[in-house]
């Protein structure tokens, strides 16, 4: 969850720096979109990195019971 909270936050900042550099005008609830699009990535972006850790866990399993076997 802490992941989470912190990918959260760094999609926020980007995700506000980049609306106030290209779409600062063009939508009154700004800030409503710009939490949407930062949790919508901030869930992607936990999700992929949740895999990696469990693609690694997986590795060092495959290691050990090859080297069990030898």
Do not use: Y
Request: aromatic share 14%; proline share 0%.
């Amino acid at each position: 969850m802490k992941e989470f909270i912190g990918i959260f936050l760094a999609c926020v900042v980007i995700c506000s720096i980049f609306s106030f550099f290209f779409l600062g005008l063009i939508v009154e609830s700004i800030w409503a979109l710009i939490i949407l699009i930062a949790f919508v990535l901030s869930v992607f972006i936990t999700v992929f990195v949740k895999q990696e850790s469990r693609i690694e866990e997986l590795e060092k399993k495959v290691e050990k019971l090859l080297d069990k076997q030898e």
